[in-house]
């Protein structure tokens, strides 16, 4: 199965790097793990948060095209326990081999690419830094296989 993380922004600080790289790096064979940066719109000059939004749409778009299960992160979506997201992650084994993670831009998700996704999942209702959104998507990901493998990573109820 394969995970991929598509998320607009480049050149994330080091400690982002380094904390989904030691998640990474803690999936199993089973799952293919990893984040593409996508570009972000232009917002200066000729650009508008409105258009920036839609090239970065247009952006994530073209590149998960390929996947079975599209997830669109947004502090408005569901709330998943890392339980709920285990049960998730066991159904894409059976289900959809290739799994695409969108997180926005500084504006966030269009409409129309939050409503053309599969769902719609919060984090958190704060409105978190993108560098650490990867993080704590990396680490709930790996939680989550955890939970599916019986491993004690996880000790919640």
Request: a neutral charge; aromatic letters at 8%.
């Amino acid at each position: 199965m394969r995970l991929t993380v598509f998320a607009v922004g480049t050149r994330m600080p080091a400690w982002v790097t380094d904390g989904v790289d030691e998640y990474a790096r803690r999936m199993p064979r089973q799952i293919q793990f990893g984040i593409e940066e996508i570009p972000p719109g232009l917002r200066k000059g000729r650009g508008t948060p409105a258009t920036a939004r839609e090239q970065e749409a247009d952006r994530l778009r073209k590149r998960a095209s390929g996947a079975d299960v599209t997830i669109a992160l947004d502090e408005r979506g569901s709330q998943w326990t890392s339980v709920q997201l285990a049960d998730r992650l066991r159904g894409w084994f059976d289900t959809a081999p290739q799994v695409a993670l969108l997180i926005g831009g500084a504006d966030g998700l269009t409409d129309e690419l939050q409503d053309a996704a599969d769902s719609r999942w919060s984090l958190s209702t704060l409105t978190l830094p993108h560098g650490l959104v990867r993080v704590v998507l990396a680490e709930q990901l790996y939680r989550a296989w955890t939970i599916v493998d019986g491993h004690p990573y996880h000790r919640g109820g």
